[in-house]
């Protein structure tokens, strides 16, 4: 397991834009890394997710267009920009990472209690 330490979240206004910024330690190199989110009252979303080698990244299909993922290795930190922002996207946002299930199936290994470790989560609250 890596240990993973998300930053970045706050208060937004509507239309803007933030990053979210996840720091990872240990042995993170030849993990996918990703974010999921989870709005009060709702079940947890699978956001996006970024391949090893940065090579292949996957979106959850209520945020494509408006969010990109991606990954610094020789920083150990994986970056989530969030471009346009609405009410819509409050939520506490977590960093996640996998060494062996790969991001398409990153929903639905979530459901199962799949993926290997976790961040603690970031809150982003977006004003109207």
């Known amino acids: 397991q890596v240990q993973l330490v998300e930053s970045g979240g706050g208060l937004v206004q509507a239309g803007g834009s933030l990053r979210l910024s996840c720091a990872a330690s240990?042995?993170?190199?030849?993990?996918?890394m990703g974010w999921f989110r989870q709005a009060p009252g709702k079940e947890r979303e699978f956001v996006a997710a970024?391949?090893?080698?940065?090579?292949?990244?996957y979106y959850g299909d209520s945020v494509k267009g408006r969010f990109t993922i991606s990954r610094d290795n020789a920083k150990s930190t994986v970056y989530l920009q969030i471009n346009r922002v609405n009410p819509e996207d409050t939520a506490v946002y977590y960093c996640?990472?996998?060494?062996?299930?790969?991001?398409?199936?990153?929903?639905?290994?979530?459901?199962?209690?799949?993926?290997?470790?976790w961040g603690q989560g970031t809150q982003v609250t977006v004003s109207s």
């Open positions: 970024i391949s090893s080698s940065g090579q292949n990244i």
């Open positions: 996640a990472a996998d060494p062996i299930i790969s991001g398409p199936l990153w929903q639905i290994a979530s459901a199962r209690g799949r993926i290997g470790s």
């Open positions: 240990g042995r993170n190199v030849f993990y996918t």
